[in-house]
């Protein structure tokens, strides 16, 4: 049975908040809204966009605003604003999981667009088998993402785990019934995602191989 393991993007893979948290201020401006403060978005990185807006913005119009974010992000990106920095050993961390054998994935709130523009611009494309996004699924915690990696992979729950940095990411896992890691470099707490269930907390890139052999034996 092949082994998958699933990473999110946004706060595991690359380092995007300095991004999100400028093009969510700049949105919430040109709409004549007082932007959330910076620890308050940083909650929310993962979640779909009118997800997102339902949070920060409760009472406005949930789907405008998604529109108009995403208008910023794109105005940013023309702009030469946008950096989305690896985090480090990232790359080695997914050569050594390929040459363990194990197939890759990605669930991510972030669109195919911008999924696609990070992965092609760090060369990491050809390391996944399965890329699921916001624009085909609903927004974690729901399992959909996770059930089409695996459909993809071939894979089943008990050789499947989810790697993520927020307790959606955990709570996407259990749903799905799949084992469950955090990573203590994102944007919530490692004791966080404990509390959530996460099986264990990789407090290094470099710890998610032993960590995924553990978790799937």
Not at 96 to 115: C, F, P, Q, Y
């Amino acid at each position: 049975m092949n082994r998958l393991a699933i990473f999110d993007c946004d706060g595991t893979l690359i380092d995007s908040q300095a991004n999100i948290c400028v093009a969510m201020e700049e949105c919430f401006a040109e709409a004549g809204l007082v932007a959330p403060g910076r620890a308050a978005i940083r909650r929310i990185v993962g979640l779909s966009l009118p997800q997102v807006m339902q949070v920060l913005a409760p009472g406005q119009d949930h789907d405008a605003l998604a529109d108009a974010y995403k208008r910023t992000f794109h105005r940013m990106r023309a702009e030469g604003r946008v950096e989305e920095q690896l985090y480090e050993g990232i790359p080695q961390v997914l050569a050594r999981l390929e040459a363990e054998g194990w197939l890759l994935g990605v669930a991510t709130g972030k669109s195919d667009r911008g999924l696609r523009l990070v992965l092609e611009h760090h060369g990491l494309a050809h390391h996944f088998v399965s890329l699921q996004t916001a624009d085909r699924h609903p927004s974690k915690p729901h399992p959909s993402m996770i059930e089409q990696c695996m459909a993809d992979a071939g894979a089943e729950p008990f050789t499947t785990v989810m790697i993520g940095d927020t307790s959606y990411d955990i709570q996407m896992a259990h749903n799905a019934g799949v084992r469950a890691i955090g990573v203590a470099w994102g944007y919530h707490e490692a004791d966080e995602l404990l509390r959530e269930g996460a099986d264990a907390v990789a407090m290094h890139p470099s710890d998610l191989p032993a960590l995924c052999t553990l978790e799937t034996a």
